[in-house]
């Protein structure tokens, strides 16, 4: 468990956090240089917060109030670094059992053995890292820092350094370890998909502040403010005026469409902002009967644009009545792009599902308390 609500202060830049983390995976999301790395270096005694408290498993480790303050060799903390931070000059048992040198001999052993074994070294013992692939390198720095037994594991973009192949296989990896180790593990990352696949829940950053903490699935489809919007992926963030209130649903009329989205506390005149996320948009195909789902919030328009991404299209699409360069950015796979023969140029009906269509609280709040 950990219990954190610090503030911290270096220059110009000041970070304020408070949250909680159990038994599991809990990413720090946010852009660079929004005061995530530096949160791992106050849990870690790396860093002295100014002001707050540090609590793990139980034990306070840092509280201002009460001038407690840990060092970082009595928090029993793991931590990852980005670039792993191995010794070249030592062997691969070697680095791993460097934390243990106040351990007897046979315990040592015993531990640098174990996170051998839980990490799929075996074999590499006595290599140098410079004799090690990225990947085992990272399992290196991994094994290192469960040796000590931690009480919490930090994750400093452990997976930037590699490719995306080895990526995904180490990922896969570090989630089977992680479940046998039942261990509270902060994981920072400014990749959304890393930290969408490793935690279920995400705490998104910016600029040294909490913008939205909940569940990977909330934080995605049901973004708190415009910012983690656009952090997350939801391209398409537009302003209206709600026309009318219904028991099921609310008609929203921006400048150049109206939609239908789900019923939240708003009124009738109210201005608010509403968003969708690009995979959420499906472009209709043609000639074919209609779902009772699919037909709801259909635009007509034209592809003014389009990009290929490998699985998938991102389209560009200006609806009919618009001026706009174009109005919605659509996420289609590859294999459907091929199948409805789009293309830049091709008119198109497409449908917003009203379930996906959020209001963001943020904006809609703000216009209440005026």
Do not use: W
Not at 289 to 317: C, T, W
């Amino acid at each position: 468990m950990l219990e954190l609500d610090i503030e911290k202060s270096l220059g110009d830049f000041c970070l304020q956090v408070s949250f909680s983390a159990g038994d599991n995976m809990v990413a720090l999301f946010g852009p660079s240089g929004s005061g995530k790395s530096l949160t791992l270096h106050c849990i870690a005694g790396l860093v002295t917060p100014d002001n707050g408290a540090i609590v793990i498993d139980g034990l306070t480790v840092f509280d201002s109030q009460r001038r407690i303050n840990f060092p970082p060799q009595k928090r029993r903390v793991g931590y990852v670094f980005q670039n792993y931070a191995l010794f070249p000059h030592l062997t691969v048992e070697a680095n791993i059992g460097y934390g243990l040198h106040q351990l007897p001999g046979h315990k040592r052993r015993s531990q640098v053995e174990e996170a051998i074994r839980r990490v799929r070294l075996e074999g590499l013992e006595k290599r140098l890292p410079r004799q090690l692939s990225g990947g085992q390198q990272q399992r290196v720095a991994l094994a290192r820092t469960l040796a000590t037994q931690p009480r919490i594991l930090l994750l400093d973009e452990p997976f930037s350094a590699l490719d995306s192949a080895v990526r995904g296989r180490l990922q896969s990896e570090l989630m089977q370890l992680l479940r046998q180790l039942s261990i509270t593990t902060i994981l920072v990352t400014h990749n959304l998909p890393e930290a969408y696949a490793l935690s279920e829940r995400m705490v998104v950053y910016d600029a040294g502040r909490i913008l939205q903490d909940g569940h990977r699935d909330e934080v995605l489809y049901k973004p708190r403010t415009r910012s983690v919007a656009r952090f997350t992926g939801t391209k398409n963030i537009f302003r209206g005026m709600v026309q009318s209130v219904e028991a099921e649903h609310v008609v929203i009329q921006s400048n150049a469409f109206s939609v239908m989205a789900p019923t939240q506390s708003c009124r009738v005149g109210q201005e608010v902002e509403f968003c969708i996320r690009p995979e959420s948009i499906m472009v209709v195909k043609p000639a074919q009967p209609l779902k009772e789902a699919v037909k709801e919030n259909l635009l007509d328009g034209v592809i003014v644009d389009q990009l290929p991404r490998g699985s998938v299209h991102s389209l560009y699409f200006r609806i009919s009545s618009s001026s706009q360069d174009y109005d919605l950015e659509i996420e289609v796979p590859s294999h459907a792009y091929e199948r409805l023969g789009l293309a830049a140029g091709k008119a198109v009906t497409v449908s917003l599902k009203m379930n996906a269509i959020h209001i963001i609280p943020e904006h809609r709040d703000a216009l209440r308390e005026r």
